[in-house]
């Protein structure tokens, strides 16, 4: 009995560690692969911990190596964008002008009752009141309301478009998402004369979101990071 | 980035031991292997002296494999060997034609904890 308290000691502190090596993505919604981690590391630690026959390490070391592949593996995806597609998939857009696109949530296997819940837990109860919806990697619904809709702040006192769309992200860490610039209905061309105007290279820049309004949000990449 | 590369380090001394272990499993499964063969000839060659002596000595090498073994392996496998381990010393005072089947499990079991260890299937051929 002593041996099982002290093997669930230890392994508790492996546990630990893994899940602080794992860092703070880990502790806030997951992602299909860090589910997977967490769910087999569960697993995994439960066999040392009752069967005394099996050597600590024999549990140790598989925790350890999914802990370390998960690191890489996001920091590999951080890179690009391409494999954190097929890491983690892509938001999809659920509630497009009050409509609800139907062939999107069959898609994704989403009843209808999810998304009300979902709206609902926001604190939307009317799906007309809706310019967007969108269904999140994590499976979280994100929800946008129409202008007239949303709550009133002194800027949008000042604001005159009356059906603008959120602002979406034209580069991100470099690569420019030519889905984002035909969804604010921009040109490359437009893209390039706001680069050639600011004196800048996509690749150095972090972060560009854009309006329709042909407004725009730069942040340059830090050097040494 | 500091815990990519501590992530790193962590698969890489994995792998360093891991290999390592596959060595020195290799190392004494011979020394095992010669120590049993010493033991059978000893008792063949009908010397009680010399056939104690070698019995003694594989009995406390197996007590060593064991202590060094119990880190990485299941211990089912290495409390079967033991048992086989143990019987050893009274079938040769006995007489027992069975001391010899015995060390043959032994040499068998302690074969199958080394190739199971290895990450790919052992050619039935080089047995």
């Given at each position: 009995m002593l041996v099982v308290f002290l093997r669930t000691i230890m392994l508790y502190v492996v546990i630990i560690f893994a899940v602080r090596l794992m860092g703070k993505r880990q502790l806030g919604e997951l992602a299909p692969s860090e589910l997977v981690v967490t769910i087999l590391i569960s697993n995994i630690v439960t066999l040392p911990i009752e069967d005394t026959?099996?050597?600590?390490l024999l549990g140790v070391i598989p925790i350890l190596t999914l802990v370390c592949l998960e690191v890489i593996a996001s920091a590999i995806t951080m890179k690009s964008r391409k494999l954190r597609r097929i890491a983690s998939g892509s938001p999809k857009i659920i509630i497009s002008n009050g409509k609800i696109n139907q062939k999107q949530l069959k898609e994704l296997r989403f009843t209808v009752d999810d998304v009300l819940e979902a709206l609902r837990s926001q604190?939307?109860?009317?799906?007309?009141?809706?310019?967007y919806a969108i269904i999140e990697t994590t499976g979280a619904v994100s929800a946008y309301l129409k202008p007239q809709e949303q709550p009133l702040t002194m800027a949008s006192l000042e604001?005159?478009?009356?059906n603008s769309n959120p602002p979406q992200v034209v580069i991100d860490d470099g690569d420019v998402i030519y889905k984002s610039l035909e969804f604010l209905s921009l040109s490359e061309e437009w893209l390039c004369r706001v680069l050639e105007s600011e004196d800048?290279?996509?690749?150095?820049?972090?972060l560009m979101t854009a309006n329709a309004d042909k407004s725009y949000y730069i942040v340059d990449k830090e050097k040494g990071i | 980035m500091k815990r990519v590369w501590i992530c790193g380090l962590i698969i890489a001394s994995i792998l360093i031991t891991s290999s390592a272990w596959l060595v020195v499993l290799c190392n004494k499964n011979e020394r095992l292997s010669q120590l049993i063969d010493d033991a059978v000839e000893s008792v063949r060659s009908g010397d009680s002296d010399s056939a104690t002596r070698a019995i003694d000595d594989l009995c406390k090498y197996w007590e060593s494999f064991y202590a060094t073994a119990s880190v990485f392996e299941r211990s089912t496998p290495l409390d079967n060997v033991s048992d086989s381990v143990a019987k050893l010393k009274s079938l040769y005072e006995n007489g027992s034609e069975e001391f010899y089947s015995e060390c043959e499990t032994i040499r068998c079991a302690a074969d199958r904890i080394f190739k199971s260890n290895l990450p790919f299937v052992p050619d039935s051929t080089s047995q």
């Open positions: 026959a099996t050597p600590m604190g939307v109860f009317d799906i007309e009141k809706v310019q604001e005159k478009d009356e800048k290279r996509a690749c150095d820049i972090f | -």
